[in-house]
């Protein structure tokens, strides 16, 4: 099997939570199970829920690789009568969690209410909306006051790079990173490395191995082991005067992503 190849299934069997995942199933029945939780005590308060990020786009990664994976979860309050400080509302969503679960993390971490469950964490953010010409959001910002936000504003843009690039190239290649940075002390904030990955330009019709090496030369060549590795990958490419070592790019990409096999 090429690296290639080995890259692909690892991306595709091991860093996915499938649709048929049990994982998967938990996370959304305990997703559920929390809407239903907030809705029931905090009733008209509550105007729409929203869930966006990696679990949205299914680059979320299973917790065995990123063990600070979350799913997140935007609860957007009726303002129509009154609108209170992005305190009282992460205070109100604080109480009510702390209650519905005693025997589970619960804490704020600015600017969410964090909710640990035995397999997966909920971050869940206070938010508002305005509309005018189009629907605003707006959820916590600095010193108590609040920011405008877009929910989800990279889905769009991912599904039609993966479609551009076809294969799942670059689902499979954010993946990879994801499973590194976790692996390296997340070095890159998750979804603005995700962010980055998703607006880089690419050239030609590369495959997962060659963009992923490419990518990450981009998001985090300047690391010591990152550039060590990409070196001796690229020395054991072969050259017209030494042939190429698969086995040796392919124990040095291990560096890079441990539990690839």
């Known amino acids: 099997m090429s690296i290639n190849s080995k890259l692909v299934a690892f991306a595709q069997n091991e860093l996915v939570l499938s649709q048929n995942d049990t994982e998967r199933d938990k996370i959304k029945a305990s997703l559920g199970q929390l809407e239903k939780v907030l809705k029931d005590k905090l009733g008209s308060n509550i105007k729409e829920f929203i869930r966006f990020g990696s679990f949205t786009r299914n680059t979320i990664l299973p917790r065995k690789y990123d063990p600070n994976s979350d799913v997140d979860l935007m609860v957007v309050f009726n303002t129509s009568t009154a609108k209170y400080t992005p305190g009282t509302y992460r205070k109100w969503l604080l109480d009510v969690v702390s209650v519905a679960y005693p025997n589970s993390v619960s804490k704020k971490d600015f600017p969410v209410i964090k909710l640990e469950l035995n397999h997966i964490m909920f971050d869940i953010v206070p938010a508002y909306t305005e509309e005018f010409i189009w629907k605003t959001y707006y959820i916590p910002g600095s010193g108590d006051t609040w920011r405008s936000t877009t929910p989800n504003d990279i889905n769009e843009s991912l599904a039609s790079k ?100």
Not at 207 to 234: H, M
């Open 162 to 261: 993966n479609t551009q690039y076809g294969n799942n190239v670059i689902r499979n290649t954010i993946r990879l990173c994801k499973h590194w940075n976790a692996f390296a002390g997340y070095p890159l904030e998750s979804y603005l490395m995700e962010k980055d990955i998703i607006n880089l330009v690419y050239w030609g019709n590369e495959d997962t191995y060659e963009r992923f090496l490419k990518t990450l030369n981009s998001i985090a060549g300047n690391r010591p082991g990152v550039r060590q590795a990409l070196d001796y990958i690229q020395q054991y490419k072969g050259s017209w005067s030494q042939p190429a070592n698969e086995a040796k790019q392919f124990e040095w990409l291990q560096k890079l992503l441990p539990g690839l096999k």
